[in-house]
């Protein structure tokens, strides 16, 4: 899609301050490439998360932290760094990253903080397939924020041709919502992970069925983490 160049940054210095010294010293370099804060309901608490550029084009790389911090001391109370490289389908800029602080209850007690991932840049012109909106479930659990889910939400397949430079390719779009199912043998929710698919073509042609078809995928947390029912 289509970013706005004007970055969202929440230019509350205690916030940067903040992430910047999160973690392992020394306090992180560069400049905010993207930053988003937003309450996280049910809680007094603020989810925050900043990636911070590192080096030059084409070895540049990002440092990233999510937190989630007591606004009013700054006080970091959970958090997660991860670094990007940049290469084909990875770059960082304004709205790459999203807080998804949708009432994501995992288990008795247990909430997640959603974060939502897209390249910034342009992607590559030829490929078989892509994928976009990368939705991250994170849990608290003591000084950190742990990954218990990710998927692409958005994603796309050439059946012919390729996407984006091939005009007569048939793409398979598919896009996902996550939805809170029952509760599974761990004692935590399964998640519905619920699929409109559709196919597209070139116009008139009418061997394409191009009706939306929905699916359902079940993912049952086991251990660490949420995997797919077979």
Known sequence: GVHSMVPRLPREPGVEDALRKRHPKPAIE?????????????????????AFEQGESPDRRWTAVLALLDPATWNVRHSQRFEIEEDAINQVGPGS??????????????????????NFGPGPSAADGSQSNELILFVPEGRHLRPVLGTAMDRARALTGCLRSCPDAIVEWASFKLAIGPRGPSGWNDLHLIATVQRDGPEGDKTIDRKPQRHRLVYRYEGRQYKPLS
């Open 97 to 118: 990253f999203r807080l998804d602080t949708a009432p994501y209850a995992l288990g008795p007690g247990v909430r997640a903080l959603g974060l939502r991932y897209d």
């Open 30 to 50: 560069g400049e905010v490439a993207d930053a988003q804060c937003k309450p996280w309901p049910g809680s007094r608490l603020l989810a925050a998360v900043m």
